[in-house]
């Protein structure tokens, strides 16, 4: 079965918001930043996403400002297209179509119509060699527009961004390896600048990133060993200079000039933001301790706010060098995941490694980070070579009630430390709460671990190279959540001397299946051993129950390239086929089950029913790399998904990380068609005002309009009210004063009487006391007396004057009894 296009592989949450340097909007309210196939907006005070710009079909490379419209950015893509946003609104603008997949862009002022790009020499994603070219922007209608005007500009450029405008866009200076190279466009003539590649005291000079002072002729280009250097003269080839600045210890990552040229930010390895002083280089500032490395830095147009990316995902916003008024966190990508990807039972959130010696909970519907739990609890140092505690497994039970982590590390010279710990979920904190520690549980290396799904106990089973498996039991299963629950050693198992690799419970926690060597044992919970199942030559690499109608079957992997699938209930191979599976998940909403191949560099995935020989659902060249951690995560809503080869992605969502460590999964038509349908709903009216009151309270107002008075007919204000669109739609600054406005404003709202405006009164109306008519009848008699009497009033019946009906006397006695002295009061003003 072939992959079918109506599913799609995606970025969907946990992105890299640190790829590329952010961009920080002229009033300093909002943080763009480039986050998988889309960009985001983040309010710079509350932290949350205000739009997600969606658009692009491949990785957002780079974002920058509109010059000419502080209000719109400019995005590219290694889908080969630029794209203008209004990011206020959230709305795409235009789209260019370039044709190169594109890594990098630049804008300057001085260059309308204009923007730079870095795309390969050769136009194809796997070329190592790029160029910097000006992409001439025409001017259409059109929303998607080509631009095929291109010209070089500079080549042999880096990728990632390491080039910078010079004072009022005369020239572009970039850096890669050890060159440094300057363009100038009003000669057309470039001058390149080399570096030896060290000297004797083991200098690194290669060029990690480079900043033009906005005002002056000088470039400050970042390095290897954690030189800072400013060159000036270099519009002669021979008689340049630099000087140099030396405070990191690491690699300077980037740098940036403050827009007034006054300072100069620095940051790299050692976490640290320092602020230099351009007139003296002496004095320095430091903001220390913002996390994991520096890698971009932005600065706000007026200077005030600064912003940095960090390699642990997050960006930092730093208000004047001093203070941190928030901190905008990612999905923490670490060098590898060593946890594996899990599912809170809980919060549905995805858990894995995080920051050195924690677990982050990750919110994938939100896309944000909920909290990080500190499982090491000691304090983290960043220096290379340094033996530290590492979380390095993790399992929860089926309720959520707990979890148990294994940290570990290995000191030169030393035996391997160990320590088994159980987390206990706390109500109050709505956290896990430290229970037990268990130190030194195996005499060595813990490979697996899991929670037995039986509801009648709580169970944990941890597996190690020393030969064993081990089955905790909690003591006071009474009362799981007291403080006197602890748990204890149950039972000790092993097979022939055999080192155990991987273990795993059936969905109702009545069989164990244990995995030593080429040995696959199945224990019962009274620790009997039921069966043992071989397979041809080949450690079990990983072991998984089948799930509802699919129980019986027991599937493993080898490392001879071989997938197995046992009947349990006679205890022999069903069947067998020969394919590399690097890693095996099952549903545990359902009997399907995922499997990832390593074929050729790339995975392959194929998900499949044990029962059935042919599978539901395959997509060749998933990614590049092994896909060594994956999970299915359960809906909040069920899809209702038509498609056959579909309606496996109705009850759970399947995510994994590539080798690079993008998180990725599946997208079908059906649930980009309901958000779709979900934002549509958002849209209202052109002729009604949008604002929060109307969202908040529009729809139910209509809803309980209809259910009190379902045959009213709806009175129709004034449509187009010259007054009503002044007011509200006209910017505040250029508004005549209020007392102007205010009485014609207030005419504007009365409702002009009309025939057709006539309604006919509820029988409940009418049905009124003799007494109240009685006095209404006096009432009227006694005004047409004090208007002339009843003569004043027989020419007028005699002319055809309509006599009042009984409704319309009670209307006119209820509008009597009104006060109308505040209309006066508006009138006058």
Request: proline share 5%.
């Given at each position: 079965m072939m992959a079918h296009a109506e599913i799609r592989v995606v970025h969907r949450g946990g992105s890299k918001i640190n790829f590329r340097e952010p961009v920080i909007t002229n009033d300093s309210r909002f943080i763009l930043c480039a986050s998988g196939e889309s960009v985001k907006v983040y309010s710079s005070s509350s932290e949350e996403c205000v739009h997600d710009l969606q658009g692009h079909t491949d990785l957002v490379s780079g974002i920058v400002r509109n010059p000419s419209n502080h209000l719109q950015v400019y995005s590219c893509s290694a889908d080969g297209t630029v794209r203008l946003w209004d990011f206020t609104d959230g709305i795409l603008i235009k789209t260019f179509i370039i044709g190169y997949p594109i890594y990098s862009i630049y804008v300057s002022e001085n260059h309308g119509g204009v923007v730079f790009v870095v795309v390969p020499m050769a136009n194809d994603k796997s070329s190592e060699l790029f160029q910097l070219v000006a992409v001439h922007l025409p001017r259409s209608e059109d929303q998607e527009v080509e631009a095929r005007e291109l010209s070089a500009v500079l080549c042999d450029v880096s990728p990632s961004g390491a080039a910078s405008f010079g004072r009022e866009g005369e020239y572009i200076a970039a850096a890669k390896g050890l060159k440094l190279e300057v363009f100038f466009f009003k000669k057309q003539k470039s001058y390149r600048f080399f570096l030896k590649p060290g000297n004797k005291k083991g200098a690194k000079n290669a060029f990690t990133c480079v900043s033009c002072h906005p005002k002056e002729d000088c470039i400050a280009t970042g390095h290897e060993d954690g030189k800072i250097r400013l060159w000036r003269n270099f519009n002669q080839k021979k008689e340049y200079t630099y000087s140099t600045l030396h405070w990191h210890h690491g690699a300077v990552n980037t740098l940036q000039f403050t827009p007034e040229g006054t300072n100069l930010l620095s940051g790299g390895i050692e976490s640290v933001l320092v602020q230099w002083r351009y007139t003296q280089a002496t004095q320095m500032d430091f903001l220390p301790r913002l996390g994991g490395a520096i890698t971009h830095i932005a600065v706000s147009p007026d200077g005030s706010l600064f912003c940095t990316s960090h390699s642990d995902n997050k960006i930092t916003i730093i208000q004047s060098c001093v203070k941190v008024p928030a901190v905008i966190q990612g999905l923490v990508k670490g060098e590898g995941v060593r946890t594996n990807l899990m599912i809170d039972p809980r919060s549905k959130a995805l858990v894995l490694n995080g920051k050195p010696g924690h677990l982050q909970f990750y919110s994938l519907h939100r896309d944000k980070l909920l909290y990080n739990l500190d499982i090491v609890q000691q304090e983290y140092i960043h220096e290379e070579g340094l033996d530290q505690f590492e979380v390095v497994r993790a399992a929860f039970d089926a309720r959520g009630d707990w979890l148990a982590t294994v940290e570990e590390r290995t000191p030169k010279g030393s035996e391997l430390e160990?320590?088994?710990?159980?987390?206990?979920?706390?109500?109050?904190?709505?956290?896990?709460?430290?229970?037990?520690?268990?130190?030194?549980?195996?005499?060595?290396?813990?490979?697996?671990?899991?929670?037995?799904?039986?509801?009648?106990?709580?169970?944990?089973?941890?597996?190690?190279?020393?030969?064993?498996?081990?089955?905790?039991?909690?003591?006071?299963?009474?009362?799981?959540?007291?403080?006197?629950?602890?748990?204890?050693?149950?039972?000790?198992?092993?097979?022939?001397?055999l080192k155990p690799g991987c273990c795993c419970f059936s969905a109702d926690g009545s069989l164990l299946a244990v995995g030593f060597q080429e040995v696959v044992t199945v224990w019962s919970p009274s620790w009997e051993l039921l069966t043992t199942l071989s397979q041809p030559p080949g450690a079990i690499r990983d072991l998984c129950f089948g799930r509802l109608s699919c129980s019986k079957y027991l599937l493993g992997t080898s490392t001879k390239n071989q997938l197995c699938c046992w009947n349990l209930l006679t205890c022999s191979l069903e069947w067998s086929t020969s394919v590399d599976v690097s890693l095996l998940q099952a549903d545990p909403l359902s009997e399907n089950m995922a499997a990832f191949c390593s074929q050729?560099?790339?995975?392959?995935?194929?998900?499949?029913?044990?029962?059935?020989?042919?599978?539901?659902?395959?997509?060749?060249?998933?990614?590049?790399?092994?896909?060594?951690?994956?999970?299915?995560?359960?809906?909040?809503?069920?899809?209702?998904?038509?498609?056959?080869?579909?309606?496996?992605?109705?009850?759970?969502?399947?995510?994994?990380?590539?080798?690079?460590?993008?998180?990725?999964?599946?997208?079908?038509?059906?649930?980009?068609?309901?958000?779709?349908?979900?934002?549509?709903?958002?849209?209202?009216?052109?002729?009604?005002?949008?604002?929060?009151?109307?969202?908040?309270?529009?729809?139910?107002?209509?809803?309980?309009?209809?259910?009190?008075?379902?045959?009213?007919?709806?009175?129709?204000?004034?449509?187009?009210?010259?007054?009503?669109?002044?007011?509200?739609?006209?910017?505040?600054?250029?508004?005549?004063?209020?007392?102007?406005?205010?009485?014609?404003?207030?005419?504007?709202?009365?409702?002009?009487?009309?025939?057709?405006?006539?309604?006919?009164?509820?029988?409940?109306?009418?049905?009124?006391?003799?007494?109240?008519?009685?006095?209404?009848?006096?009432?009227?008699?006694?005004?047409?007396?004090?208007?002339?009497?009843?003569?004043?009033?027989?020419?007028?019946?005699?002319?055809?004057?309509?006599?009042?009906?009984?409704?319309?006397?009670?209307?006119?006695?209820?509008?009597?009894?009104?006060?109308?002295?505040?209309?006066?009061?508006?009138?006058?003003?």
């Open positions: 160990i320590n088994l710990k159980m987390w206990a979920y706390d109500e109050k904190t709505q956290s896990f709460v430290l229970n037990t520690t268990v130190t030194a549980p195996h005499d060595d290396q813990i490979t697996a671990m899991c929670f037995s799904p039986s509801p009648e106990t709580t169970m944990l089973v941890t597996i190690s190279f020393d030969g064993h498996f081990k089955a905790w039991l909690l003591a006071d299963n009474s009362d799981t959540k007291a403080e006197g629950a602890s748990w204890t050693c149950d039972f000790v198992g092993g097979y022939h001397l050729s560099g790339c995975s392959d995935l194929f998900v499949f029913k044990p029962s059935e020989p042919l599978p539901l659902y395959s997509q060749r060249a998933l990614c590049t790399g092994k896909v060594q951690h994956a999970v299915f995560a359960p809906r909040d809503q069920m899809l209702e998904s038509c498609e056959e080869h579909a309606q496996w992605l109705n009850r759970s969502q399947l995510y994994f990380l590539t080798q690079h460590m993008d998180l990725m999964t599946f997208s079908t038509k059906t649930e980009e068609d309901r958000l779709l349908a979900s934002s549509k709903r958002l849209m209202v009216d052109d002729s009604v005002a949008v604002t929060p009151f109307y969202l908040l309270l529009g729809k139910h107002r209509q809803q309980q309009e209809a259910l009190t008075n379902p045959m009213a007919e709806r009175i129709q204000l004034p449509q187009g009210s010259i007054a009503i669109k002044e007011l509200l739609y006209t910017p505040a600054h250029v508004l005549p004063s209020a007392s102007f406005l205010c009485s014609m404003f207030v005419r504007s709202l009365l409702i002009s009487s009309s025939p057709a405006r006539e309604e006919k009164e509820p029988v409940e109306e009418e049905m009124e006391s003799e007494e109240e008519d009685s006095e209404g009848e006096a009432e009227l008699r006694d005004a047409r007396q004090d208007l002339g009497g009843s003569a004043a009033w027989g020419p007028g019946e005699e002319l055809g004057a309509p006599a009042l009906t009984k409704a319309q006397e009670r209307e006119l006695r209820r509008v009597k009894h009104f006060d109308h002295s505040w209309l006066s009061s508006l009138l006058e003003c």
